[in-house]
């Protein structure tokens, strides 16, 4: 009986890690993501500087949920490592906590262009 107790004690414990290391993820998840888009947002296009995209999260059935769009008037090097460390902590956050989505493929944009200083994607 004391073994059944001490069993059902220690699985709870480990449950209530495993939602605690879940969030704790999450909310680093979210914060790396704020700071690539506030990146992304203050990027201005001109004729020095032109627009791209980049794909920008990792759906748990394969592929990205979107992209992101940008100039190259930010720090692009910096911009692309914070994309890239995201994505694979999103890979991974997805892989340790069961997570799931549809399997839909979210295409990149047809086009990017510049219009009032910042750069949008376009879709036909």
């Known amino acids: ?22 969030e704790r993820d999450k909310q680093e998840l979210d914060k790396l993501s704020k700071e690539i888009h506030a990146i992304a947002d203050n990027s201005v296009c001109s004729d020095e500087y032109t627009c791209k995209y980049i794909g920008m999260g990792a759906k748990p059935c394969g592929g990205v949920w979107g992209y992101l769009v940008y100039s190259t008037s930010v720090n692009e090097k910096d911009l692309l490592e914070k994309v890239k460390r ?39």
């Open 1 to 22: 009986m004391k073994f059944l107790f001490s069993f059902l004690i220690l699985l709870m414990i480990n449950c209530n890690a495993t939602e605690n290391n879940q």
């Open 86 to 124: 995201y994505n694979g902590m999103e890979r991974k956050y997805n892989a340790n906590y069961g997570i799931i989505s549809d399997c839909s493929m979210v295409m990149p944009p047809d086009e990017v262009r510049c219009e009032n200083g910042k750069c949008k994607a376009f879709y036909k």
